[in-house]
């Protein structure tokens, strides 16, 4: 039996066509990395990152910008930047922050944050 597999219309999901014409489809599972810093998701969590998506799944960082965030795309991942002020104490700027780390959210919808 040969199993033919190929990206699906539903994103996030593989549909399989079997040689004998059933079809199955299987949920291709989220991870996303996040931090305040692409040096530290570079440094710190790229040999997990590695890990996982040798396991299938599919791997997004989400960091604010900088250098080692092309690093990460160099290795086939997928970045997401999120704009913020490290030192910031601002409150109402801390706040969107956490607005646009929820819209990515809820737009990656990840199986593992």
Known sequence: MVLVVRLGQVPGRINAILTSGVHASFAIMRAIFFANTDW?????????????????????????PGVYGDRLLG??????????MRRSLNPVRELLVLHRLRQIYARERPDLV
């Open 40 to 64: 530290y998701l570079y440094n710190f969590r790229l040999p997990f990152a590695r890990y996982l998506r040798a396991q299938g799944w599919d791997v997004v960082f989400v960091s604010p």
């Open 75 to 84: 290795e086939g991942y997928r970045c997401v930047q999120l704009p913020m």
